[in-house]
C-alpha cells in the first residue's frame, strides 16, 4: 500500500527553466509534508517542508504548493541548475495530538537532471 | 562527528549469514530512526527509537530483523539469516526529539547491503 506516490520516475529540465515535481498521497491522517534531496552515495538532506493549514511555502528558487482536497503536493524549482541533478523525495507525516512523530512516510523519489 | 555516522558503508554477504549495521547518531539526538530504500523504491521505514520509550518496531518486515539502541546512543541494526530482497540501502536518521519539523531529521549516508 503506497500511501505516498511520485509517479514520475525521473524529470529532464533545461538549465533556467522551470522543474515540478509531483507528488500524491493517500492517507488523510497526514497534516505534514516534506521534500527531500539526494545525491548518489549520500543520505536524503531536508529541502523544504509544508504544514497542512498552509497552501505555499516558499524558499528562495524552492516553492511547495499543497493542494488537500486532491491530496497533491508538488514542488517548483526556478530557475533550475544544473546543480539541482538529483533524486527528490517527497515525505509525509501524521501528527498525533499536537506532536509531529517523526514517522515519515516517503515516496519512491523522482530522478531530476537539469541540462546545461 | 558532526553528522550521523553509519557503518559498514558496504557490506557484501552471503545469504543465509546475519548482519550488523552501525549508526551512530548526532551526540545528544534523543531520538533515532531506521529507514530502507530497495532498488527503485521509496525509503522504507523500519523502527524508530525515542529516548527511553519503547521503539516503535512497525516496520521491521520480518523476526529476522531486529534493532537495539544501547546507552541511548549508538544503534544496531541486525538482519538474521540474511535474504536476497534484504539487499539495499540502509539510513539510519537522528533528531533532536522525535517531531517533525523540517529540518530537525538529518540523515546517514546509508550502508549498502548486496546479499548474493
Known amino acids: 500500500d503506497q500511501q505516498v506516490k511520485q509517479n514520475s520516475p525521473s524529470l529532464s529540465v533545461q538549465e533556467g527553466r522551470i522543474s515540478i515535481l509531483n507528488c500524491d498521497y493517500t492517507n488523510s491522517m497526514f497534516d505534514y509534508f516534506l521534500w527531500y534531496k539526494k545525491y548518489p552515495a549520500e543520505g536524503p538532506t531536508f529541502l523544504i517542508s509544508i504544514s497542512s493549514i498552509k497552501d505555499k511555502n516558499e524558499d528562495g528558487r524552492f516553492t511547495v504548493f499543497l493542494n488537500k482536497s486532491a491530496k497533491h503536493l508538488s514542488l517548483h524549482i526556478v530557475p533550475s541548475q544544473p546543480g539541482d541533478s538529483a533524486v527528490y523525495f517527497c515525505a509525509a507525516s501524521a501528527r498525533a495530538g499536537g506532536t509531529s512523530y517523526g514517522k515519515l512516510t516517503f515516496g519512491q523519489g523522482t530522478i531530476l537532471t537539469v541540462h546545461p | 562527528g558532526a553528522g550521523v555516522s553509519q557503518s559498514p558503508s558496504n557490506k557484501v554477504t552471503e545469504k543465509g549469514k546475519d548482519v550488523e549495521l552501525r549508526c551512530d547518531p548526532i551526540s545528544g539526538h534523543t531520538a533515532l530512526y531506521w529507514y530502507r530504500q530497495s532498488l527503485g523504491q521509496g525509503l522504507e521505514f523500519l523502527i524508530y527509537f525515542q529516548g527511553n520509550s519503547a521503539p516503535d518496531k512497525s516496520g521491521l518486515p520480518s523476526d529476522r530483523f531486529s534493532a537495539e539502541r544501547t546507552g541511548g546512543s549508538v544503534s544496531t541494526l541486525t538482519i538474521q539469516r540474511t535474504q536476497q530482497e534484504d539487499s539495499a540501502v540502509y539510513l539510519c536518521?537522528?533528531?533532536?526529539?522525535?517531531?517533525?519539523?523540517?529540518?530537525?531529521?538529518?540523515f546517514g549516508e546509508g550502508s549498502w547491503l548486496t546479499v548474493v
Open positions: 536518521a537522528s533528531s533532536l526529539v522525535g517531531q517533525v519539523s523540517g529540518n530537525t531529521i538529518y
